[in-house]
């Protein structure tokens, strides 16, 4: 009975639709690629390497490999999972009245007076440098759907944060 709660927690976690731009669907397939056609003939070099070298049960070097392997194979199940749900959205279906993925947001803290500008991305395609702002983050859950004007209360790890949104655009 546990294994079909186990198998049924995956199959839903693995299921999950995924968000995300053209780009980001393409450097995710450019990644998967690298890795299926570079990275896994090179660690299944180094294993037979580490292999010839005689007995396994006291080499490290094959025990490394065999480790770097399966982060590795997980890394591939994960792109793998990641490419087959992922959804491109049309940016030309989006509008500016309220704050949803891909849109640029604006927003003002109001203590403090300071502004910044985040796009809201999926998980896999944030990167704070670039103002990309992953939507599981508290401040995107805070303001999706809010409208330019509304204020928000965002509870972060630092404490709490009210911020008004300034601006919205594309």
């Known amino acids: 009975m546990l294994f079909g709660a186990v198998f049924h927690y995956i199959f839903r976690i693995m299921s999950q639709v995924v968000y995300m731009t053209e780009s980001g669907l393409e450097k995710l397939k450019a990644e998967l690629e ?8 090179a660690i299944s070099a180094q294993i ?16 490394a490999a065999k480790e770097a392997q399966g982060l590795l194979e997980m890394r591939i199940a994960k792109l793998e999972e990641t490419v087959t749900n992922a959804r491109v959205i049309d940016q030309s279906q989006l509008g500016t009245d309220t ?20 796009t809201l991305v999926s998980e896999n395609e944030a990167n704070l440098k670039e103002g990309k702002l992953s939507i599981g983050t508290p401040i995107a859950k805070a303001v999706m759907g809010k409208s330019k004007g509304d204020k928000v209360q965002v509870t972060v790890p630092a404490g709490n944060l009210e911020f008004e949104i300034v601006d919205i655009a594309l």
Not at 34 to 39: D, F, T
């Open 99 to 118: 704050v949803q993925i891909l849109t640029k947001v604006t927003l003002k803290n109001l203590k403090t007076k300071a502004t910044v500008t985040y």
């Open 34 to 41: 690298h890795l299926r056609g570079v990275e896994r003939p």
């Open 48 to 63: 037979a390497e580490a292999r010839d070298k005689g007995d396994l049960s006291e080499n490290a070097e094959y025990d």
